[in-house]
């Protein structure tokens, strides 16, 4: 999880978000433009305001704490088994990870909905 995570937020930062933030040229249709058609109506500019600050910021939780977890794994193996509350540990740590990521895809999903990229 720790490595799709990684290529998911990458990805999402560096090859789909520029053509979110695209500033349209003076008279263009702002359908074409999902930033600034969400800023342009007071009613769907909390979904830039919070559902794309969560996804640029917060979604980069994930694979940051995915990763923590694989490498405590892989360092400490088997004595995970032994030792209950480094078993616990990780797993609230890999659940916040996982929630964070699923937080994000939502957003997305329904950021694509009012505002699809055209």
């Known amino acids: 999880m720790a490595a799709m995570a990684w290529l998911t937020v990458i990805t999402g930062t560096y090859i789909v978000y520029p053509w979110y933030r695209a500033k349209p040229p003076a008279g263009a249709d702002l359908l074409h433009y999902p930033r600034s058609f969400l800023l342009a109506n007071p009613n769907t500019a909390f979904w830039h305001k919070f559902g ?67």
């Open 52 to 118: 794309m600050e969560w996804k640029e910021h917060v979604a980069w939780l994930a694979p940051i704490l995915a990763t923590a977890v694989a490498y405590i794994v892989f360092r400490y193996g088997a004595r995970i088994s032994n030792d209950p509350k480094l078993r616990r540990a990780l797993i609230v740590i890999f659940s916040i990870a996982f929630g964070t990521a699923a937080v994000a895809g939502l957003f997305g999903a329904f950021l694509n909905k009012v505002a699809p990229l055209r």
